[in-house]
T-cell receptor, first 116, second 112 residues
Framework: GAVVSQHPSRVICKSGTSVKIECRSL??????MFWYRQFPKKSLMLMAT?????????EQGVEKDKFLINHASLTLSTLTVTSAHPEDSSFYIC????????????FGPGTRLTVT | SQQGEEDPQALSIQEGENATMNCSYK?????LQWYRQNSGRGLVHLIL?????REKHSGRLRVTLDTSKKSSSLLITASRAADTASYFC????????????FGAGTRLFVKA
């Protein structure tokens, strides 16, 4: 089946630094990728939708200057958390939609970000 | 944004019992999916039901969909301790492009 990978799986960074998370579709091409955020014991909240070659569309309340998204190719999207603060600590999950006929959506394993 | 609520928020049952989780959503949907998530782990896709379907089965799972009430239910029969996890419904909505929106989730605990 289709696989979506995320790297790193875990990252710890200091306040004020920036962290980049990669999301790759391994065996399919994805014109659209999605980034979700999940706090402990909570559900997944959609942050933004990224389309290959164009600017990401952010959900209401998500700061686009803080969460920079780049979707430079059909198999890679990156999320950069800029000037991270402890409240940005969360589980970040990406998802990729297969550009094939069925357009199914597959989820990555998530990245645990801890900001100290 | 989230589509809606799941009911109950938490459920504790004995092994062998059935577990029923409900999900409500707000907007029109193309399909509804159920996912499982073990603590701190990624999502596992369980089942997809399309908007023109009313019921679907997969092993010990039974999903119903009532589009008139904008609700769905997930039934796990003969539960096992390994079924302990959080369960989320997710709907594919077509506002501002197609995107998947998750419900609040139900935390299921199956006691051995």
């Amino acid at each position: 089946g289709a696989v979506v990978s995320q790297h790193p799986s875990r990252v710890i960074c200091k306040s004020g630094t920036s962290v980049k998370i990669e999301c790759r579709s391994l065996d399919f091409q994805a014109t659209t990728m999605f980034w979700y955020r999940q706090f402990p014991k909570k559900s997944l909240m959609l942050m933004a939708t990224s389309n290959e070659g164009s600017k990401a569309t952010y959900e209401q309340g998500v700061e686009k200057d803080k969460f920079l998204i780049n979707h430079a190719s059909l198999t890679l999207s990156t999320l950069t958390v800029t000037s991270a603060h402890p409240e940005d600590s969360s589980f970040y999950i990406c998802s990729a939609r297969d550009r094939g006929s069925k357009g199914e959506q597959y989820f990555g394993p998530g990245t645990r970000l801890t900001v100290t | 944004s989230q589509q809606g609520e799941e009911d109950p928020q938490a459920l504790s049952i004995q092994e062998g019992e059935n577990a029923t989780m409900n999900c409500s959503y707000k907007t029109s949907i193309n399909n509804l999916q159920w996912y499982r998530q073990n603590s701190g782990r990624g999502l596992v896709h369980l089942i997809l039901i399309r908007s023109n379907e009313r019921e679907k089965h997969s092993g010990r799972l039974r999903v119903t969909l009532d589009t008139s009430k904008k609700s769905s239910s997930l039934l796990i029969t003969a539960s096992r301790a390994a079924d302990t996890a959080s369960y989320f419904c997710a709907t594919l909505v077509a506002t501002g492009g197609f995107k998947t929106i998750f419900g609040a989730g139900t935390r299921l605990f199956v006691k051995a």
